[in-house]
C-alpha cells in the first residue's frame, strides 16, 4: 500500500482520495482559513524583538538574583561558622548549601514576583 493509499483511507473527503494529484497544494492548504484555529498566522518583528527583551531581562534579573543570593549564603555560612557551628566544617555539606540554596531563594523570588505582579494587575482591572 502506498502513501497515497493510506492516506485516502484515512482521509476520504481529501482531494488525494479522489485520486487527482495535483488537486490541492501545499501552499494553498496552509494559507486557508481554518475553523478553529490557535495561535498566530504570522508575527510581527515588534512581537519578535518584544519576546527576545523579555528573555533576556528575565536572564538578566536572575543573573543578578543569583549573585546577590550567593552572597548572601556565603555570608550566612560564614556568619555560622564564626558562631561555632561544627555542621558548617563539612566541605560537602557547606558546599551543598552554597550551590543549592541560591537557587531556591531565585525559584521564590520569581515566585513572589509574580504573585506582585498578579495583585497589580488585578488592582489595574478594578
Not at 502513501?3 to 492548504?29: H, K
Not at 534579573?61 to 564564626?82: D, E, K, P, R
Not at 563539612?90 to 543549592?100: A, G, I, R, T, Y
Request: proline residues 4%; aromatic residues 10%; charged residues 15%.
Amino acid at each position: 500500500m502506498t502513501d497515497t493509499e493510506s492516506l485516502s483511507q484515512t482521509l476520504p473527503d481529501s482531494p488525494l482520495a479522489s485520486g487527482q494529484p495535483g488537486t490541492a497544494s501545499r501552499s494553498e492548504s496552509v494559507n486557508e482559513p481554518v475553523e478553529g484555529y490557535i495561535g498566530a498566522k504570522h508575527f510581527e518583528i515588534t512581537d519578535i524583538a518584544g519576546g527576545c527583551i523579555m528573555v533576556f531581562a528575565s536572564g538578566a534579573i536572575s543573573c543578578v538574583l543569583l549573585v546577590i543570593n550567593g552572597a548572601f549564603v556565603m555570608a550566612l555560612l560564614s556568619a555560622f561558622a564564626a558562631g561555632g557551628a561544627r555542621w558548617v566544617e563539612n566541605e560537602k555539606f557547606s558546599q551543598f548549601l552554597l550551590f543549592s540554596l541560591p537557587v531556591a531563594l531565585l525559584i521564590v523570588q520569581w515566585y513572589l514576583i509574580d504573585t506582585l505582579r498578579w495583585i497589580l494587575r488585578r488592582r489595574v482591572q478594578k
